[in-house]
C-alpha cells in the first residue's frame, strides 16, 4: 500500500539511500520488473511520490506508449495507461522530451486522468511530475508519479531525484536490450558472456576466473559501448585503472586519447591548469599557452583517479564541464567545446564525502550514473594463483630468470589477506623472485617474505573490515609458526566473539582458516 504521507525528509541522507540503493538495483543481475518495482517503491515510501509508473513503447509502434513497470496501480489501471505521442500530459513528455509538473490535476485540461482515477486519490490537492527516459537525444520513455501538492519537499528536488533515476532506469533498460541482442543465439547466455569477458579481460591485463570479477568485467564490457560516465569504487591496488583501460578501448572512443590525471598526486595549486590548460601570460611562468587534460580527452575518455581529493571549487568546475560540454583555460575568456566521457574512481566512499560536506551532491549524480564495483583480492582469493603465476611469468622475463614456485608456496600466499590487493601481490612475487636463489621459491621464503610486509598492513586489514586486533593476542604475524602460548588469546578471542570464528581471527589479525589451522594444531575445541 502506498504511503500518502510519508515522514518529510530532513536532508539529503534519503536521497541519496534511493540513488544509492537504485544504483545497485539497476547493475544487480536479477528481473527486470523486480529491479524497476523496487526502485519506484523506494520513491514511494521514502518520499512519497507515488503511483510511480515507466512508460515505453508499445511493440513496434514508437508513437505508443504503455505503462510496463509500476507500483501501486492495480491491473486494470495498467491496462488503461496507454498514451500516443502528443497526448496529454505524459504523450506531451514523452514526443518533446521535455519534463513536465502539474501542480494541480484539477485544474490542468490536459492531464487525462485515464489510468489513474481521481476518485481514489486523497481528497486533497493533487500534483502530478513526468520526466523522459532518454538514451543520447532519443526519449524512449517516461518515468511519472503522482505526489501531494502540499508538501514541505520543493518540486525541484523531487524533480532532480527523478532525472536521475530515470537515468538510471534508462541505462538498466538499454543494457538489457544490449544483452538480449547478444545472446539471442545462445544456448547459455550467461556461460557465453563470461568466457567472452574472460579472454577481454585478460587482453587489458585483468586476470582472474572468479565470478566477483567476471560479473565485474562484464558490466564494464556493457557500459563501454555506451556514453554513459561510470564511477569505479574498489580498494587501492584492485585494478581501477586497468578497468578504466578496458573500458575506453572496448568503446566506440578507443581511436580517441585516454587521458589519466591522479588528483591526489597534484598539488591543489596545480591541477587547475593541468585540467583546463591556461593561457599565454595567466600567470607567472606562463610563457605559452598550454592544453589541459580535459581538451587532450576530447574524443576519447578522461579518467580520474581519486576523484574524492579534488577540491571543491573544482568540482563545481567539473559539473559545469558536464554539464555544457565546455571549457575556459586558465586566464581565458572563449568557450572551448569537449566531447568527453567520463570514468571516475576512488578508494573513498563517495556518498560519506557527499554528507561530510566534502563532496558535492550534484556531482556525485553526474559520475555515480554507472557504479561499478572491484572486488579485492581476498573476495576472490581462487585468481590469487593464476595472478601469481602472471606476475612470476613476467618478472621471470624482466629479470631473466626461470623460477618456478612450489606447491605449499602458492598454498601460502593463497592463504594471506592481501590488504594491498592485486599491487601488493605483483610487488611481493617481484620481491620472492629476486630473493629465490634455488631455482624454485617455497613456502618458507613465502612465509618469510609475508612476515616482514610492512607493520600497518594488519591495521589496514582491520579497518577494511571495520574490526580492532585484540592487543592480548601481541604483535602476531599472519604466518608464525604455531605455538603452547598462543592458546590462552585464541579462546579468549573465541569466548569474546561467542564462538564466532570468522570474527575471532579478525580479531587475532588471522584470515579464519589460519585460525582453524592453529585450532587444530593446539587442539582448541571450539563450543
Keep these: 500500500m502506498d504511503m500518502e504521507h510519508p515522514a518529510e525528509p530532513s536532508n539529503i541522507d534519503s536521497e541519496l539511500i534511493v540513488v544509492q540503493e537504485a544504483s545497485r538495483l539497476v547493475t544487480d543481475v536479477i528481473d527486470l520488473d523486480q529491479s524497476i518495482r523496487r526502485i519506484l517503491r523506494l520513491l514511494s515510501h521514502l518520499h512519497g511520490l507515488n503511483r510511480g509508473r515507466v512508460l515505453l513503447t508499445e511493440g513496434d509502434d514508437p508513437k505508443l506508449i504503455t505503462i510496463k513497470y509500476s507500483y501501486g496501480l492495480t491491473a486494470e489501471e495498467i491496462n488503461k495507461g496507454k498514451y500516443k505521442a502528443g497526448e496529454g500530459v505524459t504523450g506531451y513528455v514523452y514526443k518533446t522530451g521535455k519534463i513536465a509538473l502539474v501542480q494541480d490535476i484539477d485544474e490542468e485540461e490536459k492531464y487525462l486522468t485515464r489510468a489513474v482515477s481521481r476518485k481514489i486519490l486523497p481528497n486533497e490537492m493533487m500534483a502530478y511530475i513526468a520526466v523522459p527516459i532518454l538514451w543520447g537525444e532519443k526519449t524512449i520513455g517516461v518515468l511519472a508519479v503522482h505526489r501531494l501538492r502540499k508538501r514541505k519537499r520543493p518540486f525541484q528536488r523531487d524533480i532532480s531525484l527523478l532525472k536521475v533515476i530515470a537515468t538510471l532506469i534508462g541505462q538498466r533498460l538499454r543494457i538489457e536490450e544490449m544483452v538480449a541482442s547478444r545472446t539471442a543465439d545462445l544456448e547459455s547466455k550467461n556461460q557465453l558472456l563470461i568466457n567472452k569477458m574472460e579472454s577481454r579481460g585478460a587482453a587489458y591485463g585483468i586476470i582472474g576466473q572468479s565470478h566477483l570479477l567476471q560479473e565485474a568485467v562484464q558490466q564494464a564490457f556493457l557500459v563501454a559501448q555506451t556514453n554513459t560516465n561510470v564511477l569505479l569504487q574498489g580498494e587501492s591496488g584492485t585494478g581501477k585503472e586497468l578497468f578504466a583501460r ?24 596545480l591541477i587547475e591548469s593541468e585540467l583546463f590548460g591556461y593561457e599565454r601570460g595567466a600567470f607567472t611562468g606562463a610563457v605559452a599557452s598550454k592544453i589541459g587534460r580535459i581538451e587532450m580527452a576530447s ?159 594488519t591495521l589496514i586489514s582491520h579497518a577494511t573490515h571495520n574490526a580492532q586486533p585484540d592487543t592480548s593476542f601481541g604483535d602476531l604475524r599472519p604466518y608464525m609458526k604455531v605455538v603452547p ?43
Excluded at 578501448?249 to 598539488?267: Q, V
Excluded at 570474527?503 to 585450532?519: D, E, I, K, N, W
Design 246 to 269: 578496458m573500458i575506453h578501448m572496448a568503446s566506440e572512443r578507443s581511436g580517441g586519447a585516454l587521458i589519466n590525471i591522479n588528483c591526489a598526486a597534484i598539488p591543489n595549486s
Design 299 to 457: 574524443g576519447g575518455t578522461l579518467f580520474l583517479d581519486e576523484i574524492a581529493d579534488l577540491e571543491l571549487a573544482l568540482q563545481a568546475k567539473l559539473l559545469r564541464v558536464i554539464e555544457y560540454k565546455t571549457i575556459q583555460r586558465v586566464g581565458g575568456t572563449k568557450d572551448i567545446a569537449v566531447d568527453i566521457r567520463i570514468v571516475s574512481a576512488s578508494h573513498k566512499d563517495l556518498q560519506i564525502a557527499v554528507q561530510e560536506n566534502q563532496f558535492r551532491l550534484d556531482l556525485f549524480y553526474r559520475l555515480n550514473v554507472f557504479p561499478l564495483q572491484i572486488p579485492a583480492l581476498r573476495e576472490r582469493r581462487g585468481d590469487i594463483r593464476l595472478l601469481a603465476q602472471h606476475f612470476l611469468n613476467k618478472s621471470n622475463g624482466e629479470f631473466s630468470r626461470e623460477i618456478k614456485f612450489s606447491g605449499d608456496a602458492l598454498a601460502a600466499l593463497e592463504r594471506y589477506a592481501w590488504p594491498g590487493n592485486v599491487r601488493q601481490l605483483e610487488n611481493v612475487i617481484k620481491r620472492l623472485l629476486l630473493l629465490s636463489d634455488q631455482g624454485v621459491i617455497d613456502g618458507h621464503l613465502v612465509e618469510d617474505v609475508l612476515a616482514h610486509e610492512i607493520s600497518s598492513e
Design 485 to 527: 602460548d598462543q592458546v590462552d588469546a585464541i579462546q579468549e578471542a573465541l569466548r569474546k566473539q561467542r564462538g564466532n570464528k570468522t570474527r575471532a581471527a579478525m580479531s587475532l589479525g588471522l584470515t579464519p582458516r589460519q585460525l582453524s589451522y592453529r585450532m587444530s594444531k593446539l587442539k582448541i575445541i571450539s563450543d
